[in-house]
C-alpha cells in the first residue's frame, strides 16, 4: 500500500478525525436552557421574588442571579411600611439594593406594592384621617415611591388585594375611607409618577372563575371604560395540592386579556400539608405545569414569578402552619427534579432532570473490559449543596447494553443511561462520594462516555 497521502487525502483525514473527536466529546444532552430562556423563547419572562435577607446568601444570589430568572419581585422591601415607615420620610435602601441586584445580573423587576391592606406602618393605620387627608397621603406615597423608581421598574403592583372572597370590596383603610374610588386616584398617581411602568392590580384567588375573579373582571372593565390607567392584572396563584387547582384558569386569563390588558402569574407556589409524599410532589408538579400551560397558552399573560424559588425562603411555613415544601427549589437550594422538569416542560423545554448550570458534581469512571462486555465503575462526588436523593444521566456512543447494575437503580433507554439512587447511597454531603457500578454488553467499540449529569447539572 503507498504510504504518502496528498495535501487533500491528509486533510480529509483530518476532518474525519475531528467529527469523531467532537462526537465523542460533545455532551449527550445539549445544556438545558434555563427558565428564563425557555419563557422568553416564547416572549415571556420566568421570575422569582427575593428579599433583602436572602441576598447575603451567596449559594442563594448565585442561583436567584444565574440565568433561571428573568425578573424578580421585592418580598417586602417596596411595601408602605418599608418605603414611608414615618409620614414623608422615605426610605429607599432596601428597595434599591433589590433593583442593584437585577441591574447586575440583567433581570427586570416587578415592584410590589403601592397599596395595600397590609404591612402599614403605625402613623398610617392609627392617624384618624378624613378622606381628603388621606387621598393626600396616597398620592404622596405614590409620588414619591414609584417616582423614585421611576424609569427602573418593568411593572406596579399599584393595588394589591382589593376584594373579599365574595367579591365585594375589603373592608380596609382605604375603602372605608375613600370607597372604592382609591383604587383610580392610586392608578392615575402612579401613572403620573412613572409614565412607563406597566401598571397593575393584583389579587389571589382570582386565578379561576367565580365571585371574586367576577369582581376583578367587572372593575378592570369599568376602569378601562372610564379611561383609568391599567395596564395588567396579577394573578397570585398561592395554590395548595390539598384544595384543588383553580377551574378554567386558562379561560379565566384570556377574558381579562380579552378586555386589552396584559395578564401575569405573579406570586406562585404551590404548598402541600407536611410531611411531602411523593403523591403530593406529583400533584404540585402538575399544578406548576398547568399555571405555566395556562399562561403560555395566552398571548396578553407576559410571564411567571414564584414567591420565592427556594423552601429555604418561602413564605409558607410561616403562614400556614404545618404547610411547606411549596417551591421548585429545596431547602438545599436543590432542584426538585420533577417539579422543575414538569415547569421546564410547560415552557417548552425537553425537561431533562432539572436543565444544565455550574457543575457541582464531579464523576470518575472507569472500566474492566473483557471484549464483548465490561463492567463500568463509577464513581459520584457532590460538590454542590447536600442533596438528598440523585438521578445521574450519561450517554453511549457504541451500542452498549445494560445487562446488571448495582448500587442504585439503572434503566437503558437507547444510548441513554440512567441511574437513580439506592435509597441508602441517597444523601450526599457535600464533598460526599458513591461508588455504582453495572456491567454491559457491546460489539465494535467501547468509548467512555465524557458527559454526565447529576440531578440536571452537568458533572465534572
Ligand atoms: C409576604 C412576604 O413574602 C412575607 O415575607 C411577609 O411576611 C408577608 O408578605 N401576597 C402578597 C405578598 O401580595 O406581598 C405577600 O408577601 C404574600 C401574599
Not at 377551574?247 to 401575569?264: E, P, T
Not at 442533596?387 to 447494553?401: N, P, V
Request: aromatic fraction near 10%; charge should be negative; proline fraction near 4%.
Amino acid at each position: 500500500m503507498p504510504s504518502r497521502r496528498g495535501p487533500v487525502a491528509v486533510l480529509a483525514l483530518l476532518a474525519v478525525l475531528v467529527t469523531v473527536l467532537a462526537t465523542l466529546t460533545t455532551p449527550a444532552a445539549a445544556a438545558a436552557s434555563t427558565l428564563n430562556q425557555l419563557a422568553q423563547a416564547q416572549g415571556k419572562y420566568f421570575g422569582s421574588a427575593t428579599d433583602n435577607p436572602e441576598l447575603s446568601d451567596s449559594a442563594y444570589a448565585a442561583i436567584l442571579g444565574g440565568g433561571e430568572f428573568g425578573s424578580t419581585t421585592p418580598g417586602n422591601s417596596m411595601k408602605w411600611d418599608a418605603t414611608e415607615p414615618q409620614q414623608n420620610q422615605f426610605s429607599y435602601a432596601q428597595g434599591d439594593a433589590v433593583v442593584d441586584f437585577a441591574d447586575a445580573h440583567d433581570m427586570m423587576v416587578r415592584a410590589h406594592t403601592l397599596v395595600w391592606h397590609n404591612q402599614l406602618p403605625n402613623w398610617l393605620t392609627s392617624g384618624n384621617w378624613s378622606a381628603t387627608q388621606l387621598t393626600s397621603i396616597l398620592q404622596n406615597h405614590i409620588a414619591n415611591v414609584a417616582g423614585h423608581y421611576k424609569g427602573e421598574v418593568y411593572s406596579w403592583d399599584v393595588v394589591n388585594e382589593p376584594f373579599n372572597e365574595d367579591g365585594t370590596y375589603r373592608s380596609d383603610l382605604w375603602y372605608n375611607t375613600l370607597g372604592s374610588g382609591y383604587i383610580a386616584t392610586a392608578l392615575r398617581a402612579a401613572r403620573a409618577a412613572d409614565p412607563n411602568a406597566k401598571l397593575y392590580i393584583n389579587d389571589y384567588n382570582t386565578e379561576g372563575s367565580g365571585a371574586k375573579s367576577d369582581a376583578m373582571y367587572n372593575l378592570v372593565k369599568s376602569l378601562k371604560a372610564q379611561g383609568v390607567p391599567i395596564d395588567g392584572v396579577g394573578f397570585q396563584a398561592h395554590l395548595a395540592v390539598q384544595y384543588g387547582f383553580p377551574s378554567d384558569m386558562q379561560a379565566n386569563l384570556q377574558r381579562f386579556a380579552d378586555l386589552g390588558v396584559d395578564v401575569a402569574i405573579t406570586e406562585l407556589d404551590v404548598r402541600m400539608e407536611l410531611p411531602a409524599d411523593s403523591a403530593k410532589v406529583a400533584t404540585q408538579a402538575t399544578y406548576y405545569a398547568d399555571v405555566t400551560k395556562a399562561c403560555m397558552a395566552v398571548a396578553r399573560c407576559v410571564g411567571i414569578t414564584i414567591w420565592d424559588y427556594t423552601d429555604k425562603y418561602s413564605w409558607v411555613p410561616g403562614t400556614f402552619s404545618g404547610q411547606g415544601s411549596a417551591l421548585p427549589w429545596d431547602e438545599n437550594l436543590n432542584k426538585k427534579p420533577s417539579v422543575y422538569d414538569a415547569i421546564a416542560t410547560a415552557l417548552g423545554g425537553s425537561g431533562d432532570g432539572g436543565g444544565g448550570g455550574t457543575a457541582n458534581c464531579e464523576v470518575a469512571y472507569s472500566t474492566n473490559d473483557w471484549g464483548s462486555g465490561f463492567t463500568a465503575n463509577i464513581t459520584v462526588t457532590n460538590q454542590g449543596p447536600a442533596i438528598s436523593g440523585w438521578t445521574l444521566k450519561y450517554s453511549y456512543a457504541g451500542d452498549q447494553r445494560l445487562s446488571q447494575g448495582w448500587s442504585g437503580t439503572w434503566s437503558q433507554s437507547g444510548k441513554d443511561v440512567t441511574v437513580t439512587d439506592a435509597g441508602w447511597n441517597g444523601t450526599l454531603a457535600t464533598g460526599a462520594s458513591t461508588s455504582i457500578g453495572a456491567n454491559f454488553a457491546y460489539s465494535g467499540s467501547n468509548t467512555a462516555p465524557t458527559a454526565f449529569t447529576l440531578n440536571g447539572t452537568t458533572c465534572d
